[in-house]
């Protein structure tokens, strides 16, 4: 059941980034350190099905509807393949049905049916069969004449249902073996208190970007790449909506394509916090992977190779 969000839609910007949260968030309290302990698999199927394992006990512990916030791109493809053979049946259709599914990032400006859009790719591995069971899917809009409006519209829709209560995540490698979730890169001015961003683009995400779907196995037409590589802006959740998440499910399969991948999650399971509420604000500002650390209830699994 839907409840009726109250909450007012602030705007804030830092250097070029516009980010977007919600007045009861105010100046956001400093979130505790957390233990941060993985799992390592052998196969990226295990990983996938270890995954889905997480979203059937998290729905078998509550009542009602829950809403989710997929990852895109490679790191949950395998739990996206697992889910698609399972949909074509009637084995999880109740669980499916209790399913409010929303999209973490999104290039803009982009067609909606870009092959390099994360919507195109969820449906490829999820299937049609998939889409006509669950609850609601919503997109972050990248065919829009207003990015911000839009963009307000989809954390008012998530406030809405009563915030996330699994937030699957991946992991991308930056410079100087720093880090991101989901697109907020080093030094973009995230804070505690933003749920939601417009990030000016970089050549290096858009590269990333479009080898990982190449790498998971996307047929990319050569006018859908010229036109992701004119891209602008990225659409991103923030530090708020992952904090504030009731559960984190977090998978890093991908180091053998994205070998920075091993110093920064080598930096990010080193990394000694500050113990003053700036410094540790800016470590994170610093390298936004940290984030992960400060929740209370993460399930991170890898693959061997992320530690060799």
């Known amino acids: 059941?839907?409840?009726?969000?109250?909450?007012?839609?602030?705007?804030?910007?830092?250097?070029?980034?516009?980010?977007?949260?919600?007045?009861?968030?105010?100046?956001a309290a400093v979130p505790g350190i957390s233990d941060y302990k993985y799992s390592v698999l052998e196969t990226e199927e295990a990983i996938g099905?270890?995954?889905?394992?997480?979203?059937?006990?998290?729905?078998?512990?509550?009542?009602?509807?829950?809403?989710?916030?997929?990852?895109?791109?490679?790191?949950?493809?395998?739990?996206?393949?697992?889910?698609?053979r399972l949909a074509e049946t009637s084995e999880i259709d109740?669980?499916?049905?209790?399913?409010?599914?929303?999209?973490?990032?999104?290039?803009?400006?982009?067609?909606?049916?870009?092959?390099?859009?994360?919507?195109?790719?969820f449906e490829r591995l999820l299937g049609d069969k998939f889409f006509?069971?669950?609850?609601?899917?919503?997109?972050?809009?990248?065919?829009?004449?207003?990015?911000e409006a839009d963009l307000a519209n989809y954390i008012e829709r998530i406030d809405g249902l009563g915030g996330i209560d699994i937030f699957f995540l991946g992991f991308g490698p930056e410079d100087a073996a720093a880090s991101h979730l989901c697109y907020i890169k080093p030094g973009s001015?995230?804070?505690?208190?933003?749920?939601?961003g417009i990030i000016p683009i970089s050549s290096s995400i858009l590269e990333h970007h479009i080898s990982k779907f190449k790498a998971g196995g996307s047929v990319i037409a050569a006018e859908d790449e010229s036109e992701c590589r004119g891209a602008t802006h990225i659409l991103t959740l923030g530090p708020a909506a992952i904090l504030g998440a009731k559960r984190i499910v977090q998978s890093v399969v991908d180091a053998s394509t994205a070998p920075a991948k091993r110093p920064s999650f080598k930096r990010?399971?080193?990394?000694?916090?500050?113990?003053?509420?700036?410094?540790?604000?800016?470590?994170v500002d610093d390298n936004p992977g940290l984030l992960v650390r400060l929740h209370?209830?993460?399930?991170?699994?890898?693959?061997?190779?992320?530690l060799a």
């Not at 007012?8 to 977007?20: C, F, K, S, T």
């Not at 998290?58 to 996206?80: H, K």
């Not at 006509?132 to 990015?147: C, G």
């Open 1 to 27: 059941m839907e409840t009726a969000s109250q909450k007012i839609v602030n705007r804030r910007v830092a250097g070029n980034n516009v980010w977007l949260g919600f007045s009861r968030s105010g100046s």
């Open 49 to 84: 099905s270890a995954m889905f394992d997480e979203l059937v006990d998290y729905a078998a512990e509550r009542e009602g509807d829950l809403t989710i916030v997929l990852l895109g791109g490679r790191g949950s493809q395998a739990m996206f393949r697992l889910i698609n």
């Open 94 to 121: 109740d669980l499916l049905a209790r399913l409010h599914v929303f999209t973490q990032d999104a290039l803009a400006p982009m067609r909606m049916n870009n092959g390099l859009s994360f919507v195109r790719d």
């Open 132 to 147: 006509a069971k669950v609850k609601s899917f919503t997109a972050m809009q990248t065919e829009t004449d207003d990015l």
């Open 189 to 196: 001015g995230a804070t505690f208190a933003d749920f939601a």
């Open 268 to 283: 990010l399971i080193e990394t000694e916090f500050a113990g003053d509420a700036t410094d540790l604000a800016k470590q």
């Open 296 to 306: 209370p209830d993460v399930r991170v699994y890898v693959l061997p190779d992320l």
